[in-house]
């Protein structure tokens, strides 16, 4: 009898297969196009087990926080819920520290800020091998929007040294494009006028500078640039953006779901466009109840957490992400065995309360905003009441932008109660407000 069993053997592979699947192969030490899902759980479970020992011996806080386990007892996927979780407390508090290395082996440290927080800002570490591996997965899932010979413009912050700028552009090289490191596009115009000059094949960016660039590059009547497909990562995207970015730039856009905390890569969606692949083979995530903390049946909403499984700087497990999503059942038309995660539906306690038992959320107002065609961005301020008031600064494309068009696009919002007294501030300036990163409502001091 041969070894062969026809049964198991993967799926041959189009040359449409997700590029991913081949990467990921070849992690779990397979020769394969493509891997089953049985060979990914015993990759999984292994270093679960090892990850756990480490940050047990090497990291201050998991050797309290782990006490009493032991990760030899770890014999399934699912004896991962008895870990405790990790949480962005516990991460900001930092003691005892959750490092696992000496300060020494650590090559970047990124600070994270949280809007409406006092304390100190969550820092992450990562060692040379960790952003490597990030470097990695970017030149790997970039392969879904981009193609060797492409130029491919990077609209996020790229100065400094491993932040995700950097990380792209060398990740770009590796898989034989051409990076143009274009930078947060504070002045979206003259943004737009480099893209005009470099044409590049793909962008990539965060959604709302993305498309602040995309509005420039066509305002004034000047021809559309065209553009095959762009990468959205960072933060959320409204439905209104990108149809408004794909009718600019006649573009297929592709979506990445990461955070700094996951080592900024998490997952891309391929061109069937119905969730994220994970980057299964150093992140293993699960969907639990945010009340209860228990794991949802298969394909049920919740809260996202996440456990490295190859960090060895900051191990972070069974870490409490905020934000709600679930995992797709059922495998993607592209025929990859990797897991997929759904858009995200909105984040743990977003948004600020509306007094009548609704929250409203930065989301709602991007989806009724960026539908206007000469909005840039808008930054908004919520007080609460009562009455609660809401104000507006506005950014838009010179001679685009109108007061009323606004206040009946919010007006036909099904997320904003009629009668929210509202205010707004326009600026004709076109200029991005913010920097890059997750956008929030933000909530004034009662006078
Ligand atoms: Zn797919």
């Given at each position: 009898?041969?070894?062969?069993?026809?049964?198991?053997?993967?799926?041959?592979?189009?040359?449409?297969?997700?590029?991913?699947?081949?990467?990921?192969?070849?992690?779990?030490?397979?020769?394969?196009?493509?891997?089953?899902?049985?060979?990914?759980?015993?990759?999984?479970?292994?270093?679960?087990?090892?990850?756990?020992?480490?940050?047990?011996?090497?990291?201050?806080?998991?050797?309290?926080?782990?006490?009493?386990?032991?990760?030899?007892?770890?014999?399934?996927?699912?004896?991962l819920q008895r870990l405790p979780f990790t949480t962005t407390d516990d991460l900001r508090r930092h003691d005892p520290p959750l490092l696992a290395v000496s300060q020494s082996a650590i090559s970047h440290v990124v600070s994270l800020e949280t809007s409406g927080t006092s304390g100190p800002p969550k820092r992450l570490y990562f060692t040379p091998e960790e952003q490597a591996a990030t470097r990695d997965f970017f030149a790997h899932g970039m392969r879904l929007p981009a193609r060797p010979g492409d130029r491919v413009a990077i609209l996020f912050p790229g100065a400094r040294p491993g932040s995700v700028g950097d990380l792209l552009a060398a990740a770009l090289e590796d898989l034989?494009?051409?990076?143009?490191?274009a930078g947060w596009p504070a002045d979206p115009a003259a943004t737009a006028a480099l893209l005009r000059r470099e044409r590049p094949d793909v962008v990539a960016g965060a959604p709302v500078a993305t498309l602040a660039v995309a509005r420039h590059s066509a305002a004034g009547g000047q021809a559309p640039l065209a553009v095959r497909s762009v990468l959205l990562s960072a933060d959320h995207v409204a439905g209104s953006l990108r149809r408004s970015l794909a009718e600019l730039w006649g573009c297929e856009i592709?979506?990445?779901?990461?955070?700094?905390?996951?080592?900024?890569?998490?997952?891309v969606d391929c061109a069937a466009h119905a969730g994220y692949h994970l980057r299964e083979h150093e992140l293993l995530v699960e969907i639990v109840d945010p009340a209860s903390g228990a794991p949802v049946l298969p394909g049920q909403p919740g809260e996202v957490v996440f456990t490295t499984l190859q960090r060895r700087g900051l191990p972070l497990l069974r870490y409490r992400t905020g934000d709600l999503s679930r995992l797709l059942p059922g495998t993607c038309a592209c025929g990859s065995p990797l897991a997929r995660l759904a858009r995200l539906s909105g984040r743990l306690g977003a948004g600020v309360?509306?007094?009548?038992?609704?929250?409203?959320?930065?989301?709602?107002?991007?989806?009724?905003?960026?539908?206007?065609?000469?909005i840039i961005?808008?930054?908004?301020?919520f007080?609460?009441?009562?009455?609660?008031?809401?104000?507006?600064?506005?950014?838009y494309l010179a001679g685009r932008g109108s007061p009323t068009a606004i206040r009946a696009a919010l007006a036909d919002s099904p997320a904003l109660p009629s009668g929210l007294p509202l205010t707004l501030t326009l600026s004709s300036a076109g200029r991005l407000h913010g920097r890059s990163g997750k956008r929030t409502i933000l909530e004034a001091a009662r006078p």
């Open positions: 009898m041969g070894k062969a069993c026809i049964g198991q053997q993967p799926v041959t592979m189009t040359d449409t297969a997700n590029p991913l699947d081949a990467w990921t192969a070849g992690k779990l030490g397979l020769a394969g196009p493509t891997f089953r899902r049985a060979d990914l759980h015993d990759h999984q479970l292994a270093a679960l087990r090892a990850s756990v020992a480490w940050a047990q011996q090497h990291s201050p806080f998991y050797r309290r926080h782990l006490a009493g386990i032991d990760a030899n007892e770890l014999r399934r996927i699912a004896d034989g494009a051409t990076p143009i490191l592709f979506e990445h779901y990461g955070m700094t905390e996951m080592g900024l890569g998490g997952g309360d509306l007094g009548d038992g609704r929250r409203l959320t930065i989301a709602d107002l991007d989806e009724a905003l960026f539908a206007l065609p000469g961005d808008f930054t908004a301020t007080q609460s009441g009562p009455p609660p008031a809401l104000h507006l600064a506005v950014s």
